[in-house]
């Protein structure tokens, strides 16, 4: 059996100094996903609550604008019928004016 080669030392702490760089740039980039990663989370919940509450206004707004327009709906409707109304009184004036007319044609 032949004997083993020496070991090298230097190439031995080399490998140790390289691992441990790799390593702590691994650990850093690793931090430094976690903390993007909570950066995103805070984010994503901050937008839900955003767009949550713009779903809760809009909702109001076009219950509002529905009522709003039921509100005018009748009003519509109540003044068309003011408004047959004053077409019926308008053909009683008339045939009173046609009246008085005749009435002064006779006198």
């Not at 809760?56 to 039921?70: A, D, G, R």
């Not at 068309?80 to 053909?91: G, I, M, P, V």
């Given at each position: 059996?032949?004997?083993?080669?020496?070991?090298?030392?230097?190439l031995?702490?080399?490998?140790?100094?390289?691992?441990?760089?790799?390593?702590?740039?691994?650990?850093?980039?690793?931090?430094?996903?976690?903390?993007?990663?909570k950066?995103?989370?805070?984010?994503?919940?901050?937008?839900?609550?955003?767009?949550?509450?713009?779903?809760?206004?809009?909702?109001?707004?076009?219950?509002?604008?529905?009522?709003?327009?039921?509100?005018?709906i009748?009003?519509?409707?109540?003044?068309?019928?003011?408004?047959?109304?004053?077409?019926?009184?308008?053909?009683?004036?008339?045939?009173?004016?046609?009246?008085?007319?005749?009435?002064?044609?006779?006198?």
């Open positions: 059996m032949e004997p083993a080669p020496p070991l090298d030392l230097k031995f702490q080399t490998l140790q100094t390289r691992a441990d760089d790799l390593f702590n740039d691994l650990n850093n980039v690793a931090e430094r996903l976690q903390a993007q990663m950066n995103m989370a805070a984010i994503t919940v901050e937008s839900s609550n955003i767009y949550k509450e713009t779903v809760e206004h809009l909702s109001k707004e076009v219950s509002l604008c529905t009522s709003q327009t039921v509100q005018l009748t009003q519509c409707d109540e003044l068309d019928k003011d408004l047959a109304q004053l077409h019926a009184l308008s053909r009683q004036i008339k045939t009173i004016d046609k009246a008085l007319d005749q009435l002064q044609q006779a006198i």
